[in-house]
C-alpha cells in the first residue's frame, strides 16, 4: 500500500508497464508511530480539518479519522512550526515511540506492472457556482458530505445535528472576549460597541437555535442542469432519503422535507426505502425545482420553490438545508489522463469502450467506481471486482487475453 | 520479462475492493492513494443506504 503518494511518471504497454510513484514524508516513521495520538494530543497548532469540511479543527499532526489505514500520523508540513523554520518540536517530546522525524523527504518508488486499475473517484460539485442557492454565503445551507459529517458518531458534532451558524458562533463567542478586551485596552470605543453587540447577539443565537430539526433536501445541484452537468448523478436521491431518515432516527422530531425533480431511486431494495422514508420517517417529497434561497433574521434559511404538483410558488422557512451536490470528475482527471495516455468522455470522466465497460482507450488499462461516470457504493463494489478478474486476465496470460 | 503485478490508482471503495479481489487471487497489488489514509469518499460517509449500515 503506498498512501500519500502520486504516480508521476508512466510508460510501457500492457503487460509491461513502468511507473514512477513519489511518495511524500509524513515526517512521521511508519514503522515506529503506534497510532496513540499522544502528538496530535499537545501539538499546539490549530487548522480547520478538512476532512470535516472545517466543522471542527485538527492539529498540524493529525490522522483523517481513527480507524484511518495505514494506522499513523502525519505531519502538515505546510502548518508545523519545526517545518516552517519556528520553534517547536512539542510532538518528538512526547512521542513514546521515537517515531517523530523532522528530517524525512520524499522519496520515488519504480514499479513495473502488467496491468492497470484506475479508481480515482469523483469529487463534489462546487456549489458556490449556483449563487442562487447561497452556499459558502448562508451559513446553514450545506453539502450532502457536511451533512454527513454531522451525523457521523465520528464527526465534529458527534452525530448530534447541530447547525452551522451555532458550531462557528460559539467558536466566534470564545475569541471575542480576547477582542473586547483589546479594544478596551486600545480605547476603540466603536470596535468595542460593535464586539459587544456580536456577543450579545451571538449568545442569544446560539442559546436560542442549537440542533437543526426542519430540514430542506434540494436535490440536482449541478446534475441534470445544463449550465454544469447534463447527467443524472445517480446516487443523489437515495442519500437524501438517507440522511433524512437517519437524522429522523438521531432525533424524532426531526421534519424533512425533499425537492426533487423526479425520485430515481432504481436499484435493489431502494424503491422500498423511499416509501419507508416516507410511511416511517415522515419524509415529505415535493415535486418541484428551488429557485431560490435567502435567510431570515435568525439565520433560518427560506426556500422558495414551485409546487409542480399543486401549481403554486410557496416559501417554506427551515432550519438547515441539504444540497445533493452532483458527482463531477475530479479537477486532476485532464493531467491523470494525460499522463497514463487514456481518453476521457465529455463530461472529463474516463472514456471506456461500448461492449467492454471497464476498458480505458489503452489496452491493459481498466478503470472502475467514479472514475468513469456516477455510481452508488454497491455498483462501485460490483465495477471493482469485475476490474480485478479484467486485470488478472492480463497477468495470467502475459496481455493475450485483450488481443482478440 | 513481464511483470505478474497491477497498480491501482486511487484508494477509495472501488480501488479497495479491486485490490482485495486481486491480492486473493494471489497476484501482487501496488494500491497508490493521494491521502494519508485509504477509505476515500466512503470513509466520511455515516451509514450506507439501503441497510444503514456503518460505512467504517
Known amino acids: 500500500m503506498l498512501a500519500y503518494s502520486e504516480v508521476t511518471e508512466f510508460s510501457g504497454q500492457v503487460g509491461d508497464f513502468r511507473a514512477k510513484v513519489h511518495r511524500r514524508a509524513r515526517y512521521v516513521d511508519q514503522s515506529k508511530c503506534t497510532a496513540c495520538g499522544a502528538c496530535a494530543e499537545k501539538c499546539p497548532t490549530r487548522i480547520p480539518n478538512e476532512f470535516n469540511f472545517g466543522l471542527n479543527e485538527r492539529k498540524a499532526i493529525y490522522k483523517d479519522y481513527a480507524q484511518g489505514i495505514p494506522s499513523v500520523y502525519t505531519i502538515d508540513p505546510n502548518h508545523c512550526r519545526v517545518l516552517q523554520g519556528k520553534k517547536c518540536g512539542v510532538c518528538a517530546k512526547v512521542c513514546q515511540a521515537k517515531a517523530i522525524d523532522y528530517e524525512q523527504k520524499d522519496y520515488d518508488v519504480e514499479l513495473n506492472v502488467s496491468a492497470v486499475i484506475v479508481a480515482t473517484g469523483y469529487e463534489l460539485f462546487d456549489a458556490t457556482q449556483i449563487p442562487e442557492y447561497g452556499y459558502g454565503k448562508l451559513p446553514n445551507v450545506i453539502s450532502s458530505l457536511e451533512m454527513e459529517r454531522l451525523l457521523s458518531a465520528g464527526g465534529p458534532t458527534s452525530g448530534h445535528l447541530t447547525r452551522p451558524s451555532t458550531i462557528r458562533g460559539e467558536v466566534r463567542l470564545k475569541e471575542l472576549p480576547k477582542l473586547i478586551a483589546k479594544a478596551e485596552k486600545d480605547e476603540n470605543q466603536d470596535g468595542l460597541v460593535q464586539l459587544k453587540q456580536e456577543q450579545e447577539w451571538l449568545e442569544d443565537h446560539v442559546h436560542r437555535f442549537h440542533l437543526a430539526k426542519k430540514l430542506g433536501f434540494i436535490q440536482c445541484v449541478g446534475s441534470r442542469d445544463f449550465r454544469f452537468h447534463k447527467y443524472c448523478s445517480s446516487y443523489c436521491c437515495m442519500h437524501s432519503i438517507k440522511e433524512a431518515i437517519i437524522a429522523r432516527e438521531h432525533e424524532s422530531e426531526t421534519q424533512s422535507y425533499i425537492f426533487y425533480m423526479d425520485l430515481r431511486t432504481v436499484g435493489k431494495g431502494f424503491e422500498e426505502y423511499k416509501v419507508r422514508g416516507a410511511e416511517v420517517s415522515g419524509l415529505k417529497y415535493i415535486r418541484g425545482r428551488v429557485a431560490e434561497i435567502t435567510q431570515d433574521k435568525d439565520l433560518n434559511p427560506v426556500v422558495r420553490y414551485e409546487d409542480t404538483e399543486r401549481r403554486t410558488v410557496q416559501s417554506l422557512t427551515l432550519d438547515m438545508v441539504i444540497l445533493a451536490n452532483a458527482c463531477s470528475a475530479p479537477k486532476n482527471t485532464p493531467k491523470v489522463a494525460q499522463l497514463l495516455g487514456v481518453a476521457l468522455d465529455e463530461n472529463n470522466f474516463l472514456k471506456t469502450h461500448p461492449n467492454r465497460p471497464l476498458d480505458t482507450s489503452v489496452p491493459g488499462i481498466f478503470t472502475c467506481g467514479c472514475a468513469q461516470g456516477p455510481l452508488d457504493i454497491p455498483e462501485s463494489v460490483a465495477q471493482a471486482s469485475s476490474a480485478a478478474a479484467r486485470a488478472a486476465e492480463v497477468v495470467m496470460t502475459g496481455g493475450q487475453a485483450l488481443a482478440v | ?56
Not at chain 2, 486511487?10 to 492513494?33: N, P, R, S, T
Open chain 2, 1 to 56: 520479462m513481464a511483470s505478474n503485478e497491477v497498480l491501482i490508482i486511487g484508494g477509495g471503495i472501488a480501488g479497495m475492493q479491486a485490490a482485495l479481489d486481486l491480492g486473493d487471487m494471489g497476484i501482487k497489488v501496488h494500491l497508490v492513494e493521494k491521502n494519508p489514509s485509504i477509505g476515500g469518499k466512503m470513509a466520511q460517509l455515516d451509514k450506507t443506504f439501503p441497510t444503514n449500515d456503518c460505512t467504517i
